[in-house]
């Protein structure tokens, strides 16, 4: 996970306070059921509140359109949804202690958590436990890599696609050769610089520095970059490949324009940024003599209908815009009641067994005939559907799911670029 600064932040928590009980909290206002679905929903709130509050609505939303439509009937006894909310704090450590809160209360579906740094413990010890989750927004490669016997799932993309694909495009479009990368020293950072730099260097191209900053510094804007920086820029390279959060990328474009190696460079670099970057926070906050040296990477909301309803529905509901991945938690958890409504049960082994179907797949599920296309806020369509025996596909607020046999979302990727002080849609990847 990686973003968030600027101006919005102030008008989303003026919005935030002026709605009161939807502050969150661990213990915020949860209504009380006769039966319900328990569904843990784990943030580090503590380390980005705005983002992950927003984050949290997304499947408040979600949770509070099923119940209005009725809930879940599972072996005639009516169940609604009850979130509930536990702060991870950005540390494993806390992670786990959080999760075996959950288990002992009975939990077995979890969704979250933010981080990537928090998020394999945590997988640890649902796999251990036979407990199902679903992340919107840790896109660490090593949860692909788990031997996770289907417990461990995701709504947003892999960072293993988004390092190929970044790769691909820097030397097979624009024939870059030369590279450099630039990352922070994180589970996150690391994953995806060596991705990218295996990727790169498989493709034929050369990787001249690939260099560190701290992760866990309290105040990027104070620390001295000068040792990285002229490591990283002791090389004229075509690209160089950023790895960061978005609250550090206007630090760095800042501190990149004004090292004194970047300035004596003839042909300057291009940069490269992640996925999970938001370019009108750096438009406002990043160096304006830089911006049009960047290219960045996302997946796409670009022609999908069910975003513009989402994000509909929850200026209505809540007074403000929904932040980046608040879509993915949304759509975690419409994917996992619809697999509970298709299983029948309330057991994650069985809820897994349909997530793949539900999601319109072709991959790890055997040949469906014609689902049926369920859009965002259509439970009661789909419940009705599901009811009679048909399949459904169901085409999420982030997008199509499309989860493959790792559990990972196959998403519509965005290559972006800054002109004019305007972002701009280059060109696409995927579906």
């Known amino acids: 996970m990686k973003k968030h600064k600027l101006i919005a932040s102030v008008i989303f928590l003026f919005f935030l306070f002026s709605i009161g009980c939807e502050k969150l909290e661990e ?4 209504p009380q059921y006769d039966h319900s679905i328990k569904i843990g929903v784990v943030g580090d709130v503590s380390v980005l509140r705005e983002q992950v509050e927003n984050m949290f609505f997304g499947a408040k939303l979600a949770s509070e359109e099923i119940n209005h439509m009725g809930g879940l009937n599972i072996n005639n006894t009516n169940y609604s949804i009850e979130l509930i909310f536990k702060n991870s704090g950005g540390s494993p450590e806390e992670g786990i202690k959080v999760t075996t809160e959950l288990i002992n209360d009975g939990v077995n579906v979890i969704i979250g958590p933010t981080f990537s740094s928090v998020a394999i413990e945590m997988a640890e010890l649902c796999i251990e436990n036979g407990v199902l989750m679903m992340t919107y927004s840790a896109t660490t490669p090593e949860l692909t890599m788990l031997n996770d016997q289907d417990f461990i799932w995701r709504t947003c993309p892999s960072d ?69 920086l002229n490591t990283l820029l002791s090389e004229e390279v075509d ?65 999908n209908a069910n975003y513009n309803i989402y994000k509909e529905n929850y ?18 958890v419409y994917s996992v009641l619809y697999a509970t409504l298709r299983a029948g049960s309330k057991q994650p082994e069985d809820i897994i067994e349909f997530l793949r179907e539900i999601s319109g ?36 607020a982030s997008g199509p799911l499309n989860f493959d046999c790792n559990g990972d979302p196959v998403p519509k990727i965005v290559i972006w670029g800054i ?13």
Request: proline fraction near 3%.
């Open 419 to 431: 002109e004019n002080n305007e972002y701009k849609e280059i060109t696409y990847y995927g579906k």
């Open 315 to 332: 200026i209505e509901r809540f007074g403000f815009s929904p932040s980046t991945f608040s879509e993915h938690a949304y759509d975690a």
């Open 160 to 228: 293993h696609t988004f390092g190929t694909v970044s790769a691909q495009y820097c030397f097979d479009s624009l024939q870059y050769e030369k590279a450099a990368i630039f990352y922070r020293d994180d589970r996150f950072g690391q994953g995806l610089s060596s991705i990218i730099k295996e990727n790169f260097q498989e493709l034929g191209g050369q990787v001249t520095n690939h260099v560190l900053y701290p992760g866990n510094v309290p105040n990027l804007e104070s620390y001295n970059f000068s040792y990285e």
């Open 239 to 303: 690209v160089i490949f950023i790895v960061a959060f978005s609250s550090e990328v206007a630090i760095l474009t800042n501190e990149i324009y004004n090292n004194e190696l970047y300035q004596q460079l003839e042909n300057k670099p291009k940069l490269f940024l992640n996925d999970g970057i938001v370019p009108e926070e750096l438009i406002i906050n990043g160096n304006p003599e830089i911006l049009e040296t960047i290219i960045g990477i996302t997946s796409t909301n670009e022609g």
């Open 27 to 30: 213990n915020y206002n949860i």
């Open 361 to 396: 797949s072709e991959f790890c599920v055997d040949f469906i005939t014609d689902p049926v296309i369920i859009n965002v806020n259509e439970f009661d369509v789909a419940k009705n559907i599901i009811e009679k025996g048909q399949t459904i596909d169901y085409e999420g």
